[in-house]
């Protein structure tokens, strides 16, 4: 290595790693800081899917599960297959 001992080149390594991890956690405990100083509010409750029954599940508009309620397979509405 040109006349580069490997302790130095190791030593050199280990500085800048540590310098990085220093550096990473210092930016860490600010991150955590500026997060434990707001306030948090609680979102809404969100809104509950009805049953599902023989005519679907109420309250969700899923196109496959719409197509998939035709009588004859060849009516159904599916979404096309890419050969899965």
Not at 69 to 79: C, D, G, I, Q, Y
Request: some cysteine.
């Amino acid at each position: 290595m040109l006349g580069v001992s490997r302790r130095l080149v190791f030593g050199t390594a280990l500085a800048l790693l540590t310098l990085a991890s220093a550096g990473f956690a210092r930016a860490s405990i600010v991150a955590l800081d500026a997060v434990a100083g707001t306030q948090l509010d609680a979102s809404a409750i969100p809104a509950q899917l009805g049953p599902i029954n023989e005519l679907g599940r109420n309250g969700w508009h899923c196109e496959p599960e719409q197509g998939a309620k035709a009588r004859v397979a060849h009516e159904a509405t599916l979404p096309a297959s890419d050969g899965y």
